[in-house]
């Protein structure tokens, strides 16, 4: 079974930086689509970024310029590179990767940005 593992959140000051990866647990082929989300608390889970067909890239507006999402196919890894966090990015970050129609789901990794 296709797991997602997640690493890389943590505490962090505002303004600070973090880089979130997520790998899958064995091989995955044509994954079309991988992406990162994330749920504060209280709210519903919105899309942060994502990389569709290996080539385009939509972020959200509210991160649009202090993220960056990258994928490395041979190691079927993708990262977010977050960066001037602010308070209002404090959520569990979950990653998807999408295969043949089918979604896989992280667990889940907590992001946290207060002084």
């Known amino acids: 079974q296709v797991q997602l593992v997640e690493s890389g959140g943590g505490l962090v000051q505002p303004g600070g930086s973090l880089r979130l990866s997520c790998a899958a647990s064995?091989?995955?082929?044509?994954?079309?689509?991988m992406g990162w989300y994330r749920r504060a608390p209280g709210k519903e889970r919105e899309l942060v970024a994502v990389?569709?067909?290996?080539?385009?890239?939509d972020y959200a507006d509210s991160v649009k310029g202090r993220f960056t999402i990258s994928r490395d196919n041979a190691k079927n890894t993708v990262y977010l590179q977050m960066s001037s966090l602010k308070p209002e990015d404090t959520a569990v970050y979950y990653c998807?990767?999408?295969?043949?129609?089918?979604?896989?789901w992280g667990q889940g990794t907590q992001v946290t940005v207060s002084s």
């Open positions: 998807r990767f999408r295969s043949y129609g089918v979604n896989y």
């Open positions: 064995a091989s995955i082929f044509n994954i079309d689509t």
């Open positions: 990389i569709s067909g290996g080539i385009r890239v």
